[in-house]
């Protein structure tokens, strides 16, 4: 099970994917063009990423800290280092904050003041998502939609930090069509107050295509394409 992909295997789930993305975009009278498929590769070892690489994929979405900047380092050492984009998908502690903006070009996972506060900086803007939680949990990840305009607000005024929109993941149990339309109406409230910030990250293996219906830029597939995850290392 968390044996690697045989070769081919994960070409063809890659080709599906992207097929499948197509897809979507079509019925939703969209283009693939206008929607970025990021891979992630969270416990899968960085043998993976650079076979992914080959097979022309840029985005990877990593959910730890940890594990994201041992993979982003050996990828920046390799002669020449590949071109790649890391996304940071994973809940963000402040503490680490700063150090995450070292190898991640896009944070997805805003989604309250202190973190903001610690992503504060004046050099090269990161590109960040405000991430909401859809679910009545306050426990589970993210921000209450309730303090969705005080935290866009604080991203606004913050330096060093350009929001690209909102993020979420489909709770479980719920149909995620309907989900997705939530985080919708979030993205347009958030649009009111920086009209620029209108993407979307949402829609992972089981899910996309209902995001891709709703306005999803940004997917982030992690098995449909890689296949199971090993354990956690
Ligand atoms: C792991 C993860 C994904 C990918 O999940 P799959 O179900 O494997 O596609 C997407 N988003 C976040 C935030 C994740 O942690």
């Known amino acids: 099970m968390s044996e690697s992909p045989a070769p081919g295997e994960l070409e063809d789930r890659l080709a599906a994917v992207r097929a499948a993305v197509a897809e979507a975009a079509t019925a939703a009278g969209r283009t693939a063009d206008d929607?970025?498929?990021?891979?992630?590769t969270k416990?899968?070892?960085?043998?993976?990423?650079?076979?992914?690489?080959e097979l022309g994929v840029r985005d990877f979405g990593e959910s730890r800290h940890q594990e994201a900047s041992v993979k982003a380092r050996q990828l920046a050492n390799q002669d020449p280092p590949p071109d790649v984009v890391w996304h940071f998908v994973g809940q963000l502690q402040s503490k680490k904050a700063h150090a995450v903006r070292e190898y991640a070009r896009v944070i997805h996972s805003l989604d309250r003041a202190?973190?903001?506060?610690?992503?504060?900086?004046p050099g090269p803007a990161v590109d960040g998502f405000v991430q909401v939680n859809l679910t009545a949990d306050p426990g589970r990840g993210g921000l209450q939609l309730a303090g969705l305009e005080s935290l866009v607000e604080r991203v606004l005024a913050a330096g060093g930090i350009n929001l690209l929109g909102v993020m979420a993941v489909a709770p479980v149990g719920e149909d995620a069509r309907r989900a997705f339309l939530r985080l919708r109406a979030a993205s347009e409230r958030v649009?009111?107050?920086?009209?620029?910030?209108?993407?979307?990250?949402?829609g992972?293996?089981?899910d996309y295509p209902d995001a891709i219906a709703e306005g999803a830029t940004h997917l982030r597939i992690g098995s449909a394409i890689t296949g199971n995850r090993p354990p956690r290392p």
Do not use: K, N, Q
């Open 43 to 53: 416990f899968h070892p960085v043998g993976l990423i650079e076979r992914l690489v």
């Open 114 to 121: 202190s973190v903001v506060a610690a992503l504060e900086s």
């Open 35 to 40: 929607i970025t498929t990021i891979v992630v």
């Open 204 to 206: 992972m293996s089981d």
């Open 191 to 202: 649009c009111v107050l920086s009209p620029g910030s209108s993407a979307i990250s949402a």
